[in-house]
């Protein structure tokens, strides 16, 4: 992060990833005030049951007015302020709103180091611009999981925050943490401290065996991360997905349930794509996308009438899933409904080992499109 590489004593901290710009604006004002801050020259103001969101932003202008009183330099931090979305109201937000404005458009005074923290500032909004104009804007967005890159960007977060606290990773290690804790940022720093905790401080990285052992997994991500593996018949990653998921699991045979039923749900998608796009004579997920979200409400809803629920999607989501519909033959698909059925008969009635179970199944599927050809 180079947060502290200006010059400036104004600082926007925003975006849609919380958990990114708690750990930017935490460790900026650990900067700028020490460890220890003297309680006269940090003025933190964070909303509560008794603090509004306007109570807060009225408290941090009248402190950017009120100069330190011992001299030297005082710190004001608006931390974690929903205030942002409020922007643009008339009455009072309006009336505290324009008082912000003045203040930084006059200049934050040089005895005020000025943090605004928090979600969704909107960069076409004025106060936005005016700290671009004055100051620094640091914007952090969520991994989104369902465009390519997402765990790079996760693995760097990983990387970064690790670095702060002093430990390091192997790179299989981090691999595990993200595709247990998704794109969740705010999970990142629990899960490193309970890392930390477990393995001590040591020059040497932290294994893969550490992390396995300390950092369960989300279930709701891992499921994600194996449908859209299946969906992509990427073998090898859903091989990965299985062992670090399960091996790591409380109680395989749910999990894998669990697995069958929304890689079965997520099939049926995939079908209903590949049913609308022969309908619509299309081989093209952009065009697909392009004709979906062109339709008037009436065409959806006699669409939707008909059982196709996919023409209610976002047109982006359409196109990333019709991405992984193309990737199988329609009859392909039909036929991966059907193993997924009885792979989940066969781990309600036996005792079969529920990861060989799930491997097997998954190698019936991704591999048959190379057996038919």
Known sequence: MTILSSQSNLYLITGTDTGEIEAAAKKLASKLTGDDPDPFLCDTIIESDTISPQAA??????????????GGQKTVWLKNTSAFEEENKTGVWGELYERLYSLIEQGVPEDIQLILSGAKADRRK?????????????SYEKPDINRSGWEQKMS????????????????PAIQHLVQSIGSNTSLIEPELEKLFAFHGYSEK????????????GDGENSAWAMRDAMGSRRLDEVLALSKSTLEASRDQKRDVMGMIRQTSDHFFILLQIILLMRILKTKSPDRLSSLVKNMDDTNKQQWADKGFEIIRFHPYRLKMAAKQAVNYHGQELVQAVKILRDAYWEIITTSASSQVLWEETALKIIQKKEIMT
């Open 126 to 138: 004025k106060l936005y611009k005016l700290c671009e104009k004055h100051g620094s804007v640091f």
């Open 57 to 70: 932003l009225k408290q941090t202008i009248d402190s950017i007015q009120s100069p330190p009183f011992f």
């Open 156 to 171: 760097t977060a990983v990387e970064r925050r690790a670095e702060d606290m002093g430990m390091r990773l192997q790179a």
């Open 205 to 216: 990285p932290v294994p893969l065996e550490t992390a396995r052992q300390v950092c369960r």
